[in-house]
Structures are given as structure tokens and as C-alpha cells.
T-cell receptor
Framework: QKEVEQNSGPLSVPEGAIASLNCTYS??????FFWYRQYSGKSPELIMS????GDKEDGRFTAQLNKASQYVSLLIRDSQPSDSATYLC????????????FGKGTTLSVSS | KAGVTQTPRYLIKTRGQQVTLSCSPI?????VSWYQQTPGQGLQFLFE???????NKGNFPGRFSGRQFSNSRSEMNVSTLELGDSALYLC????????????FGPGTRLTVL
């Protein structure tokens, strides 16, 4: 069973701080990696994708991928109360085709 | 560009009934995937359709089925509903050539009594 693991949290950070969210995956064949944000009662919203080792930045968000260690992380700089949500890590693998395998998510709480 | 739309948004059914959920993808997207989200299991992949053909299927019983129409709209059907089928059912569509980049609709909240 291919798995994606995330710390469920809650991760609490003050406004303006950097929030660091981590995700590990078990399938070395995983090719594509995504971060989704899900507000309570809403559907997941795609915020970042990353496909190769290293960092990818988009505004206040930075995704980091290390395939050798099988982990992917999301950094949120200058965290805002509006960033409070559950962050879902999702990966694909050769065996699962285009199906996204999701972690259970990490709940982030940003206090003002 | 309009996002993924799903209807209905909420459904209440009783055990043993069947239900059909509908999904319209983002304009131009031809790949549609369905997921089930529950508090205990999280988001789990049901199936994916592309050009009216099921291209991928998750580990769900045969009571869960789907189809896709020529205009890329998709439906999923759950027969003989069980209490455990209560969940948020999410549809996602993907742009051409990026089947793993999936944009989710608002979901259909199904409650089975």
C-alpha cells in the first residue's frame, strides 16, 4: 500500500512567522507532488506542484522536494490568519497512474 | 474560466437506495477524476475518465461506478447505499497533457441514514 504521511497537527504559528509543513511518501516511483489547501467545509485548492528535486517558489509559498529522502515540504512565509486551513500533500506514482494519493493533512493555525 | 461544478451539493438518502452525482469539468478539460473524502480515511481515489473511457480505478467495491459523456461531463453512481458511504464526493478535472494536475469542484455531501 503506497502511503503518504503527514503530521496531523495542529501546527500553530504566530502571524508573520514561517510555517513549515512536511510530508513523506513510501513509493520511490512517485513522480509528481502537490500541495492542496482545504478550508473547513470547502474542497481542496491546488496551491503548489513540484516535479524535480530542489525548491520551487510561488509568492509566499515554497515547495521543497527531496526524492532521495522521499519527503516534500511546504514553507509559508509571512503567515497570515487567512492561511489557517488543512494542508494536504498528494503524490502520484507509476503504479497508480494519474490517481493522486493523499496524506491525511496537517491543520495549520495562524494566530494574530 | 468557470471552475468545476458538481450537482447536487447536498444529498440525503437511506440505506439501500442508489444515488447519481454529476460533475461538469472546467471548459477544455477532458480528464475527470472522482474522490471520496471521509474524516477517517481522508481523500481516496475512486476512478478517472478520459474521452468517455475509464482510465484508472481505485480500490472501491463494484457498487461505485461512473461514466463520462462526449462533452466530458461525468456522473458517478453508488448503488445499494450503506451508512459508510456517507462522505464528501469530489470531482476533479485536469487540463490536456497534465492529467495529474487536478482541480477540484465544491463536492457533493452525501448523507446516508
Amino acid at each position: 500500500q503506497k502511503e503518504v504521511e503527514q503530521n496531523s497537527g495542529p501546527l500553530s504559528v504566530p502571524e508573520g512567522a514561517i510555517a513549515s509543513l512536511n510530508c513523506t511518501y513510501s513509493d520511490r516511483g512517485s513522480q509528481s507532488f502537490f500541495w492542496y489547501r482545504q478550508y473547513s467545509g470547502k474542497s481542496p485548492e491546488l496551491i503548489m506542484s513540484i516535479y524535480s528535486n530542489g525548491d520551487k517558489e510561488d509568492g509566499r509559498f515554497t515547495a521543497q522536494l527531496n526524492k532521495a529522502s522521499q519527503y516534500v515540504s511546504l514553507l509559508i512565509r509571512d503567515s497570515q490568519p487567512s492561511d489557517s486551513a488543512t494542508y494536504l500533500c498528494a503524490v502520484t506514482s507509476n503504479q497508480a497512474g494519474t490517481a493522486l494519493i493523499f496524506g491525511k493533512g496537517t491543520t495549520l493555525s495562524v494566530s494574530s | 474560466k468557470a471552475g468545476v461544478t458538481q450537482t447536487p451539493r447536498y444529498l440525503i438518502k437511506t440505506r439501500g437506495q442508489q444515488v447519481t452525482l454529476s460533475c461538469s469539468p472546467i471548459s477544455g478539460h477532458r480528464s475527470v477524476s472522482w474522490y471520496q473524502q471521509t474524516p477517517g480515511q481522508g481523500l481516496q481515489f475512486l476512478f478517472e475518465y478520459f474521452s468517455e473511457t475509464q482510465r484508472n480505478k481505485g480500490n472501491f467495491p463494484g457498487r461505485f461506478s461512473g461514466r463520462q459523456f462526449s462533452n466530458s461531463r461525468s456522473e458517478m453512481n453508488v448503488s445499494t447505499l450503506e451508512l459508510g458511504d456517507s462522505a464528501l464526493y469530489l470531482c476533479a478535472s485536469s487540463p490536456r497533457g497534465q492529467a495529474d494536475t487536478q482541480y477540484f469542484g465544491p463536492g457533493t455531501r452525501l448523507t446516508v441514514l
